[in-house]
């Protein structure tokens, strides 16, 4: 026992761990705090929150967990990167390996997937929490609306994500969603009043989400970039926000 | 743990705030961790789906998109494209996105309850019960090439053909979506006077529009079940 | 000159609110703002917009002409399913029809279920009778019928570029 404090104390006390480290685990009023303010990723989070805030059985822990899932999607989808080619010709074949060569592979697969299955759930009953406690009500009313955003851009993460496989779900999911973009009144050419605006086949809405005027390379190309970059960029921007407006318009939300 | 004093007798208790570290870090740390292990476990047991290869020329039977679009695709059987895939899908989020804006009940902000804002709970939970029935059929109650099965039928490729649909004739069908929505708007008003003083016109608009507009989607597919009726409103221009 | 210009300010601003104000200041951030906002609007629509970067000019899809094979490869009275083609060759009599199996409602391929003689579509339920006209599920409209040809060679070519009316047939 002797040995291991010593040696806890040889670690820690000296330059190099104090460079890092600034303060130790004392529990007093005033590590509590600069525990939270000093850590770059703990200070999302004000030092003192109010107490029924902390509490589950307010708060179902829902937007925490959609927040920790969206981390767990980005790890587990930048490994599954290192395997995945979004080609027509290879990218099923690179599932069935990661399915049964890669290895690992299958265990990362199949959390990713189910890792955005739950996300699909606990965002939405993180929804039905905040209306449900009237936490959109002024001045809240704006993060609101970025929730909302944040949850289609789930939901497009999700469609994006389970055609990639390129199998049978894949295809028709990609054949079925963009031609309701193809059905858009006047940006779609088989929408209501279409020809106002001159839509083809070869020049509406559904063109430029598939790149073409049938289902092919450029298509899946494209869902992989929205995907893996740009969508997951857009939500974190939004997340920042969604996060960053909680903490201006006064913490967590609770009775007056 | 607790440093803030709770004592009887002070009669206003402002300072209920308790240090975030540890009372809150402590449980969002014990919640990843519940979290990761409930996945990681439920992925070492269950395997996320995949198909067969792509196959252009034959889709699944029954081809079903993931349970969370199942709500979705079955709304697709009852409205044309341009309505239930694109119209419908954005009333939803435009009027999810109206709610902080025209709900102008000052109370229930950040507790429980439902005594006081009845009417907003109420429809918000129609609504959501509303769009997991429809993920419940579209999961659970349709068999091959569409066609509905009760939980306690089998599923089979001979079910009868069903009926050809008819449209509704021209003029009653406008007649019937006007008396809907101008009957929707107007009687409500009149019989509680307070709930649209209190609400303003615009408010009040919005917010019977788009809970007529739910409503109507479910007697569309009432209709659609038993009198196979295709539109209710049939032009050369657009359909509904 | 300046306090002139001051109560201009103030007058106007009681009266009519800030827009109606235009003072050096006003003008500079408004225009400011409208350059600012042009080229943004600028940039975005040559990316996001119409016949921007997301609309390719040249396209590698497949010929939507092709040769099936010859008349008598299909069955008399048959409806015959071509995947890769994304078409079926019915053959009834001495007529041909190409039609398309691409749904009309949302482009699932469509399946021939024999027995009841009809086309089903496994996404939505939508139905077509033999000749390809829809009676029930959403379907707004028939399947497609291409054009279907004899050629030199004497084999059958569809064109599924040209749609032609669905009263037509090939009689071979």
Known sequence: MKLISDLIKKITDNEIWKSVFRHGYADTPRNRVLQIISNIWLHIHPPKVRKHGTKIRFTWCMGGITFFLFLFETITGILLMFYYVPDVNRAYADMVDLMYVVPFGRFLRNSHRWGAHAMVITVSVHMLRVFLTGSYKPPRQFNWVIGVTLLVLTLLLSFTGYLLPWDQL??????????MARATPLLGHEGPFAYILGMRADNDIRFALLGGTTIGAPALLRAYVWHCIAIPVIASALMMMHFWRIRKDGGISGPL | MEVSEEKKGLVEFKDDKVFTWPTLVAKEFLAAILVTVGLLFYSYVVDAPLRELS??????????????????????????????????????????????????????????TFKERKFAVTVFALGYIYWYVLIYIGTALRGPFWAFFWPWEKWTHDF??????????????IVLMMGFYFGGLVLPAMMNRDFFNKMGIVRYVLIMGLLLTMIGTVIKM???LSFSIKYIIATPWINI | METKDKNKCSTSEKEGGIWFTVSRRNFLTLAGWAMFLATLGAYVSQILGYKGFFYPK????????????????????SVTTLKARKIFVVHDGNSFKAISVVCQHLGCAVEFSKEKNIFECPCHGSKYYRNGVNFAGPAPR???????VLDDAGKLVVDTSKIVPLETELIV
């Open chain 2, 222 to 224: 009432v209709l659609r």
């Open chain 1, 170 to 179: 894949g295809y028709w999911a990609i054949t079925v969603g963009t031609n």
């Open chain 3, 58 to 77: 040249v396209l590698f899809e497949p010929s939507p002409r092709f040769a099936v094979g010859n008349p008598n490869a299909f069955p008399e009275n």
């Open chain 3, 142 to 148: 028939p399947l497609n019928h291409f054009e279907i």
């Open chain 2, 55 to 112: 196959n252009p020329g034959q889709a699944e039977n029954p081809a079903k998109a993931p349970w969370y679009f199942l709500g979705l695709q079955e709304a697709l059987v009852y409205f044309d494209p341009w309505f239930a895939g694109v119209v419908l899908p954005t009333l939803i989020i435009v009027g999810l996105i109206l709610i902080p804006y025209l709900d102008n009940n000052p109370k229930g902000n950040g507790y429980y």
């Open chain 2, 160 to 173: 009868p053909t069903p009926p050809p649909l008819h449209n509704m004739p021209l003029p009653l069908g």
